[in-house]
Structure formats: C-alpha cells, structure tokens
C-alpha cells in the first residue's frame, strides 16, 4: 500500500480505511470498507469504473449523520477485490453482473437483507443487482450515470479523448491504462484533474480544495498496483454500449445529473436513463458538475432519505 500510494498513506490520518475482507465461496475474495456502525441502515456507495472503492469523505460523514451504516465495495478486478475466475469461466451474459454477484456475497456474509444504493458513476451494477435480486434492492440515488460512448458523443477535454479512443479501438483500453497507472502520482493526478474539468465552473472551483484532490486520489491510486482487469472490462463494456437489459423501472430510484457534467452530455444521459428507468425521478442540476457527489453531499443524501420516506416525486 505503500508503494502503491507513493508514500502518501499518512495523510489519511484518523480518516483510516476500515478494511475488511469476503471471500467468494468459488475463491478469490473481495474487498470492502464498512464504516459502520452495525445496526443502522445500509447503503452501498458504488465506485465509477475509473475510480475504485474510496469514497468521497464527505459524502461517507454525511450519510453517517443521517444513521447510515455505510459500505464501500471494490468490484471484480478493481483495488483489492480479486477478479472473478469462476464467473469468467462460466461466462456471465453481462459484465457488470459480477459485481452484483459480489454485492450478495457481501451483504449475506454481513447479515444485511436488503441495501440502499449511492451510485457515483456505476450506474450499470446497479441495475444488475436491482434485477438479479431485487428484493435485496432498496432506495438508489444514480449521480451523473453515465449512457455508453455509442449513444453519448460528448468528447469533451483529457476525458473525451480518452472516450474516443476507447470506443475507436477498445483494444488500446489495457496498455493505455497501463501507462496512467504508472504516471498515478498525486501532482499527476492533480494536473489530470485541473485539465479534466476545464469548461465546468462547478469543478473548476470544487478543485481548489486540497481534501477534494486527495479524496480522488484515494479512489484511483490503488491502479498503480497493476491490477486493471476490472477497468479494462468495464471501460471495454462501456465503450461497446455492452449492458444487461434487466427489468428494472426504476421505482424508488432517484437520478441526479450536474448540468456541466465534462464527461457525459446532460441532455442525452437524461434521454437514455429515462428510457431505461422510466419510474425514476430524474433532476439535472445546472449548478454542479461532474464531481456533484464530492460537492454536494449533502443534496446526494437527502435524496436518498427523500426515498426512504416516499418522498420522491419531482
């Protein structure tokens, strides 16, 4: 961890990861966060497939606040979690399925029935897990859920090049990933941040907190381990609009987009997810941008309470 973080593990100080380890009864075992405390209401938040489980601190505070027990999972082949041998050999119809296969492992080894879901991106493991087993399936609230670079034509700075590439030719996904991983510093990812966001005042202006930057890190430096497979698959599935088509209406379920959003055009993932979750509740917030979740926890979890309660008709 260490060298992964380039020396950089002390500045977390009492903000420590709370680790903890499931193993997958066909082997391999997947790795988590639970902040706890036991007792209160679950809520998984979901990693984009370019970050790894870290999550926001803020956001991980202030669902705490409102008595959430909160959980963070990586998914197959991303941080920690070994990549799913088993369910490769079997050959799952979907590749975002086995992280919702995960997801069930976690919450029955941990005793959970049923979770709600804070999605940052993923928005594809969430309709995975709410299809597959949707009586495990709570309040979701989608932040900035991005449609599939074939019906997204947004190309937009650092991250549209990036986009355009992979959809052009998927097979530059793993050594371009590659290379990224062994640039991952901090002052890099920084500097990747700052060009990333250029054109998003909401982001322009959220990047000037230091906590935001290390925050982000903390979410991707786990890349410079090498291990890759699981953004190579989910990258590679985006890229090839490559999801399972599961019969989810999106009831109770909550979407909300940043009007700047740098990476993914408002209007078009408005257009796809509301044909995909047409009982949702959508809202696009002309404010914020990409990083809507970092800076606007607090809108994220009154969502996600508003649901609880049935409060959830815009």
């Known amino acids: 961890l260490a060298d992964a ?44 497939s370019m970050t790894t489980r870290h999550p926001p601190r803020h956001l991980v505070a202030e669902l705490m606040r409102h008595g959430f027990r909160v959980l963070a999972i990586d998914r197959p082949g991303f941080g920690m979690t070994d990549i799913d041998e088993e369910g490769a050999a079997s050959g799952f119809s979907d590749p975002f399925e086995p992280a919702a296969h995960d997801m069930k492992t976690v919450l ?32 979701v609230v989608l932040v900035n859920p991005d449609p599939p670079s074939t019906r997204d034509k947004r190309r937009w700075g650092v991250l549209g090049s990036f986009k355009e590439a992979y959809f052009r030719r998927p097979e530059l996904i793993l050594p371009a990933s590659r290379l990224i991983a062994r640039a991952m510093t901090r002052s890099f990812l920084a500097k990747a941040l700052h060009r990333s966001m250029r054109g998003s005042p909401p982001d322009e202006a959220l990047l000037a907190d230091e906590q935001v930057i290390d925050d982000y890190y903390r979410a991707v430096r786990m890349f410079t ?90």
């Open 225 to 314: 381990t090498g291990r890759l497979a699981g953004y190579v698959r989910e990258q590679t599935a985006l890229a090839q609009g490559q999801a399972g088509n599961y019969p989810v209406d999106g009831r109770g379920w909550a979407a909300l987009l940043g009007g700047h959003d740098t990476l993914s055009d408002p209007p078009t993932t408005l257009a796809y997810w509301k044909a995909r979750l047409p009982a949702a509740d959508f809202e696009v917030f002309e404010d914020q941008g990409r990083l809507l979740a970092y800076a606007a926890p607090a809108l994220v979890v009154q969502r996600l309470v508003d649901l609880g309660r049935g409060n959830h008709g815009l």
């Open 108 to 139: 029955d080894r941990l005793k959970i029935d049923r979770v709600d879901i804070v999605a940052r991106g993923g928005a594809q493991v969430a309709t995975a897990f709410a299809g597959l087993f949707p009586d495990r399936c709570g309040a």
């Open 5 to 48: 973080s380039h020396g950089r593990m002390g500045w977390m100080d009492g903000h420590a990861d709370p680790l903890r380890f499931v193993h997958r009864r066909g082997g391999g075992r997947i790795a988590l966060s639970d902040y706890g405390p036991v007792g209160r209401r679950p809520v998984v938040i979901l990693h984009s």
